[in-house]
């Protein structure tokens, strides 16, 4: 199968089609969603129009929390504009006169009394949110247009309105060429949940071992540079989002991007994309690749690695993107030392340093396919909790049991 990060990269405009209309403060609270829309025919079969309409069932298997206390939100983007999906699988605009009396929409969609909730999917890129125990608290907002918007929650950040609630999120694009879907644990870690795509496969990712939610929780905390990043049972902040609000050391990944620096001054480092092999050679501050292209790069700070943003931010542009996604991963994965040819595809060689991304390593550790969302190119060799289908009949989203 190749790597999908072998195909030209799309994820920036999906980011592009629906961060451009979300508005949420703080602005880290703009990330939007990771699943890609990629034109590969990686787990699609043939190609296919995809049905307007798709069925989804929403199943609680939580054992934590009934029917009655679970709640679903469905908001994302069509056609550039904000929208909502309405009990009746219609999508409505997001309106700033929905704000109610204390300033915020109710865009629940309850659960059925017992047993699984069947909805209909229209065109729409966007997320899908579970709450436990309460309610969200979705702002509507006029961005910078004056357009209405809608300002999204922001776990990570203790002023949020809805730092206190148990929620999550998973991630799709459904248009014309199908369904694009992930699990997502790029900004945090709450909810154990899986996605199931049926159509031209049948395809599962993100379930979590027995206990994994314990064990990754565990391990995390048992990290010291790491353990603020759990806010007791509720979530694990991903250490990026942990950086900017103080919980985690804005130089913890200097020692290792030294290293590499220091590596790759008297050596080559060749990174393989869809475009061909690029070599690459540190000429004093600036990582500089030839190949098909010329790229290069200067030196990240632990906050552009965690991001993958910054000094390695990855245009889609099929050169310096795909280029950047490879550093960003092996930087996270903490194999670019160790290994000159890039991107490193065993995953039994990722988080194998002390200095690593131990959130990234505890969450792959808690899933049944070793595949999750740990950071945001967490895709490089096909290493995400992500799948696809041209031609989808089905989606499935559970919340698995704690």
């Not at 496969?201 to 027995?210: A, N, P, V, W």
């Not at 064990?215 to 990043?229: G, H, K, N, S």
Request: with cysteine.
């Amino acid at each position: 199968m190749t790597p999908r990060h072998r195909t030209p990269l799309t994820r920036r405009k999906v980011v592009t089609a629906l961060a451009g209309a979300a508005v949420a403060v703080p602005a880290a609270a703009l990330v939007a969603p990771h699943a890609l829309a990629s034109k590969s025919s990686d787990g699609g079969g043939a190609k296919a129009k995809a049905a307007g309409a798709l069925p989804v069932t929403i199943v609680n298997n939580s054992g934590a929390f009934d029917n009655a206390s679970v709640f679903l939100y469905i908001v994302g983007n069509q056609d550039g504009k904000q929208v909502r999906l309405t009990p009746d699988g219609t999508l409505a605009p997001i309106s700033l006169s929905d704000n109610g009396a204390d300033g915020f929409t109710d865009y629940a969609l309850e659960l059925s009394g017992s047993g699984e909730t069947k909805l209909s999917l229209p065109y729409m890129s966007g997320r899908m949110y579970v709450a436990l125990g309460g309610k969200l608290k979705f702002k509507a907002v006029e961005d910078g247009n004056g357009n209405a918007a809608l300002a999204y929650p922001a776990g990570w950040v203790e002023s949020d309105p809805n730092y206190e609630v148990l929620h999550d999120c998973a991630e799709f694009t459904h248009n014309p060429d199908g369904m694009f879907c992930n699990t997502t644990m790029v900004d945090m870690f709450s909810v154990p949940l899986s996605i199931r795509l049926t159509g031209a496969k049948d395809q599962t990712t993100g379930t979590l071992r027995d206990g994994g939610r314990e064990r990754a929780f565990a391990a995390v905390r048992e990290i010291p540079e790491f353990e603020r990043l759990v806010v007791d049972d509720r979530r694990i902040i991903a250490p990026g989002h942990g950086l900017d609000t103080g919980l985690f050391d804005e130089n913890y990944f200097a020692p290792y991007i030294d290293e590499v620096w220091s590596t790759y001054t008297g050596k080559d480092l060749t990174v393989t994309t869809n475009a061909g092999t690029f070599t690459g050679r540190v000429r004093g501050e600036q990582f500089v690749f030839s190949g098909p292209a010329s790229v290069s790069f200067a030196k990240p700070s632990t906050r552009d690695v965690l991001f993958c943003d910054g000094k390695l931010a990855a245009p889609n542009d099929g050169t310096t993107g795909p280029v950047a996604a490879i550093l960003g991963a092996g930087f996270n994965r903490s194999t670019l030392v160790s290994a000159p040819s890039q991107p490193t595809t065993d995953p039994a060689a990722f988080y194998a340093t002390e200095l690593t991304n131990h959130y990234s390593k505890a969450i792959h550790a808690a899933t049944e396919d070793g595949k999750a969302y740990g950071f945001a190119f967490d895709d490089v060799a096909d290493f995400a909790s992500y799948v696809q289908d041209h031609a989808p009949t089905g989606f499935r989203l559970e919340l698995t049991p704690f």
